[in-house]
């Protein structure tokens, strides 16, 4: 079985809704984002997914929600922008592309706590 990780970053503010303490106030974060792929099969270059193809989809997604407010976002307008919905979402919408090879996604709100969402 290999893994690989790919990790992207992005900066952007939210609150949190129903929630009691600081970040119920608009604040910011400068996320980090960590993709894992996992899978038996390489292809013909020894290769589970070229990494640049990894990149570039997680780029499209981090640039959709860099320096943006969350709340806003169509996504988490309802849904609140906690770690562990961002990773989901990531998740989620990496999926379309890698199908089963996804594993699992880790979102970093800091350098001391992150939420890992997988299947
Ligand atoms: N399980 C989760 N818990 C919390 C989340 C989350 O997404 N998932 N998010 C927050 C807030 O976003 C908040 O910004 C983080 O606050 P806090 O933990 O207080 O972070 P600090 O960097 O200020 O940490 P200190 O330990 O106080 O320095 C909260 N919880
Ligand atoms: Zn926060």
Do not use: Q
């Amino acid at each position: 079985m290999y893994r690989l990780r790919v990790i992207d970053h992005f900066a952007s503010a939210h609150f949190l809704r129903d929630y009691e303490g600081k970040c119920e106030n608009l604040h910011g974060h400068n996320w980090k984002v960590e993709v894992y792929l996992k899978g038996e099969k390489l292809d013909k270059t020894g290769m589970l997914v070229d990494f640049k193809n990894i990149k570039k989809e997680l780029r499209k997604i981090t640039d959709e929600l860099d320096h943006i407010f969350l709340n806003e976002h169509p996504y988490f307008e309802k849904i609140n922008p906690t770690s562990e919905n961002i990773a989901k979402y990531i998740y989620d919408r990496l999926k379309e592309k890698f199908c089963d090879l996804m594993s699992s996604v880790v979102v970093w709100e800091s350098e001391t706590a992150a939420a890992e969402y997988y299947e």
